[in-house]
């Protein structure tokens, strides 16, 4: 989207969230202000690919200028976005008692029926934060075991059945292959259902590193703000697997990395650091993983296996990224390879 529609859109509508900039300008000065001026607004950057622009809108009033930062996502449909609303809202409310902690969401200030705006949000996504890898993936952790609560519920495995059989039946790959991974997911399933009865929480539904924006500010506490954005596929249900959010995580970085030498020894590290951070956070709440696992086994690499699975349904359609029909072919077949390597293992360790 461009600047310039960007633009356009925020002063149509600006008037709607004016007691926002009363508040900032308040707070800058101690008094509030009687008249406001927009003066100009710029749009900052975008971040990754979700969509969300941060804007700095630049204000002149009786009190005083300054600047306040908004960010901001307009949708192709007039109706889209009442129901991402109510899902930033839950996230909200889920992370609310979190936020001395350093975890936090993008509050909503004002929405139409395609444009919703949230107080500004400053800082880098996961991927281009200076923070050091070890602790951007233990922030990553605290984050989503912020929102997933500490809640005790029973899974609903069968979906994941079905993810596996529909996925197989549409992935286009050979039928003995089909039939080899079939094979190889239903070795792990029994094992995996049992560990997984009692682990269920809400799905962020796409959380992967876009989704993090990393604050850091020397002097406050604590330092490092853990922003969660963009929620648009957030189920509030408690029957889904936690590890389903955190291998959705972890997937793309898995291809990548066999790919690039056909070890995991590195992602086995990362995955560390963020259970790490996540087990942190059910500490804080006296949980542990232990609470919604069997003692003897957390199915990381079913879960994993299960995601790249789906991948490939994905890829199909991408010849200009991978080569043509001959390397989307290649990819499809290093993705089977690697969740024959997941399902021939034990879970990464905890």
């Known amino acids: 989207m461009s600047q310039e529609r960007i633009q356009i859109v925020l ?16 707070k800058a000065y101690k008094k509030a202000p009687s008249k406001i001026e927009v003066k100009n607004i710029t749009v900052e950057k975008k971040l990754g690919a979700t969509g969300i622009h941060l804007v700095r809108v630049s204000l002149d009033s009786d009190v005083g200028s300054d600047d306040a930062s908004i960010a901001v996502k307009i949708y192709d449909q007039s109706d889209q976005a009442l129901d991402v ?13 979190y936020s001395k902690m350093g975890i936090a969401s993008a509050s909503v200030i004002f929405f139409s029926g395609s444009v919703i705006i949230m107080e500004g949000i ?27 609560g500490i809640e005790n519920n029973r899974v609903w495995f069968d979906k994941y059945k079905l993810l596996i059989t529909r996925s197989l039946d549409s ?5 003995d292959k089909k039939t080899h991974l079939h094979n190889c997911f239903n070795r ?12 269920g929480s809400p799905s962020f539904g796409d959380f992967h590193p876009g ?24 189920d509030g249900s408690f029957e889904h697997d936690r590890l389903e959010d955190i291998c959705n995580f972890f997937a793309v970085e898995a291809v990548d990395q066999y790919r690039s030498d056909r070890s995991l020894t590195k992602l086995a590290m990362n995955i560390k650091s963020f259970l790490t951070g996540y087990k942190e956070i059910l500490a804080h709440n006296q949980s542990s993983l232990r609470d919604y696992y069997s003692k003897t086994y957390i199915p990381i690499n079913f879960h994993l296996a299960l995601m790249i699975l789906m991948s490939i349904l994905n890829i199909q359609h991408m010849g200009d990224i991978f080569g043509g029909e001959t390397g989307i072919q290649a990819e499809i077949a290093l993705r089977c390879n690697l969740i024959e390597k997941l399902l021939e293992q034990d879970s990464f360790p905890e």
Do not use: W
């Open 11 to 26: 002063m149509r509508i600006i008037e709607g969230f004016s007691d926002y900039f009363v508040s900032h300008l308040e």
């Open 85 to 97: 609303v109510n899902r930033i809202n839950l996230l909200d409310k889920r992370l609310m008692q």
């Open 122 to 148: 400053q800082g880098d996504v996961f991927r281009d934060s200076k923070i050091p890898k070890p602790q951007k993936y233990r922030y990553a952790g605290r984050g989503l075991a912020a929102f997933h």
């Open 171 to 175: 992935a286009p790959i050979s039928t």
């Open 188 to 199: 792990v399933i029994p094992r995996a259902e049992e560990a997984s009865q009692n682990s």
């Open 211 to 234: 989704n993090l924006i990393f604050d850091v500010k020397v002097g406050r506490n604590p330092m490092i703000q853990t922003h969660i954005i963009d929620p648009e596929y957030l």
